[in-house]
């Protein structure tokens, strides 16, 4: 059974930086998409940033040139790394597991493997 557990969540000023960390245990298919996905109180869970297989990855444009996600396959572990942080960035943020639909997106239905979340708190 596949488990997915985030750390490295916390509270910081803007302009600061988190890693955020996603070990997950189970068996997961190398070529699963892996992604990183955030949800505040009262809106949808949005996707951050997605890594395929092969390592290419995708993130949403408001995190473009700050976050930065990776994967280090070896200790099957997913990262997010979060510099320049902004107060908008605030919420929980998620990481997520799935087969994608023949290549990998950013929608919620395509993954089947959630984490239980990590809180990321940033103040002006």
């Known amino acids: 059974q596949v488990q997915l557990v985030e750390s490295g969540g916390g509270s910081v000023q803007a302009g600061g930086s988190l890693r955020l960390s996603c070990a997950a245990s189970?068996?997961?298919?190398?070529?699963?998409?892996m992604a990183w996905f955030r949800q505040v109180p009262g809106k949808e869970r949005e996707g951050v940033a997605v890594i395929d297989g092969d390592g290419d990855t995708w993130d949403t444009g408001s995190v473009k040139g700050r976050f930065t996600i990776s994967k280090d396959n070896a200790k099957n572990t997913l990262y997010l790394q979060m510099n320049n942080l902004r107060p908008e960035d605030t919420a929980m943020y998620y990481c997520?597991?799935?087969?994608?639909?023949?290549?990998?997106?950013?929608?919620?239905?395509?993954?089947?493997?959630w984490g239980q979340g990590t809180q990321v708190t940033v103040s002006s």
């Open positions: 189970g068996y997961i298919d190398r070529l699963y998409c």
């Open positions: 997520a597991a799935g087969p994608g639909v023949g290549y990998c997106v950013s929608s919620v239905d395509t993954y089947n493997h």
